[in-house]
């Protein structure tokens, strides 16, 4: 057997992330690795966390990269904001509110569950009820982008009835952030984590995080200490503190910090605002032409995510026929069920850099094409025309 370097297909990843990374981040990850306390890398740290100050929209000066993917994010938020034996209450309508329940668990802490149908975002009425029944409750958790389903919870209001309640929150953005608005300080987020392969669209492996002056005192406040070692904020920040030591605490994934850097530099060119309505541009395309084709989405227009466009796979089609044919055919990536909605839809994913008018179209046609082929019950030549009519309604060119 003879060993070769590897060289990955050209994939388009419409899924539910990894997207595609533009060449940017690419070449950024490919400089020459220095020291992790090398002092032009510890100025590359200090942009890094003025970058994300920016696309969390905080002035939290606890924000930074943990140095591992999206869960480990959100681990960080449950390890140092839960105690054992604390009341926390979870939201949970999808897999990822789920994750936060075990979460919960393994900190030693009380899981108080409130379900909300998959599809759905989070009823903030059910909470408010829930909370007034547990006025013990120290910390309100949700998911703000389900991506399990595509729904998109109203984060400003859930955080509002936590904090009538004075709990802390705990939210998760990893498929929010850089997609749609998410914003830190205004609506009172507590502890937020995200993921740099969803909407900033960067090569998976980190997780931003961000912890408000309240969710702070609250781990200063602990009886004992983190369980986690690595995951132990007051030792994170001897190393990425502004004006501490910068003690050695691990050695920081230094090449794909380089690539979340030019990542966030992406973003703060565009800037927030127009990430956002070019987010809702593509998918108001993708949708028009979804529809016209006959393809039902599954969660209900007012709360579905723009980055992320679940629909329903029509009956008899073989779900991961489809998938395979679009792969190996038009090297196009598009998502399976997740949990309960498993071999029941696909997840369609616009995020960040893949959220562009090339992708919407190329997906459209790969798609008709595969389920033509496949015998599916679909309206055929109407997709396209529908997209592009909805680029013109948008005052573009088609
Ligand atoms: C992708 C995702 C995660 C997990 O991120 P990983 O980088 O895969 O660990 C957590 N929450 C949500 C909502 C996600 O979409």
Redesign the pocket.
Known sequence: MSFVPFRPPRRILMG??PSDVPPRVLEAMARPTIGHLDPAFIGLMEEIKGLLQYAFRTGNPMTLPVS???????ECCFANLVEPGDKVVVCRN???GG?MVENVVRMGGEAVVVDDPWGRAVDPDKLRETLRRHPDAKVVAF??????TGALSDAQTLCAVAREFGCLTLV?????LGGVPVEVDAWGIDAV?A????CLSCA??L?PVSFSERALEKVRGRSRPVQSWFLDLSLVMGYWGSGTRRAYHHTAPINALYGLHEALLILREEGLERAWARHRRHHRALRAGLEAMGLAFVVPEAERLPQLNTVRIPEGVDDAAVRRRLLEAFDLEIGAGLGELAGRVWRIGLMGHGCNRHNVLYCLAALEAVLSEAGAPIERGAALPAAMAAYAGDGEAP
């Open positions: 539910p992330g591992a993917p999206g869960s480990a994010g959100m999808g897999v990822f994750r998911v703000h982008a389900e991506t399990s998760d953005t990893v498929t929010s984590y993921g740099t392969q969803k998976p492996g997780a």
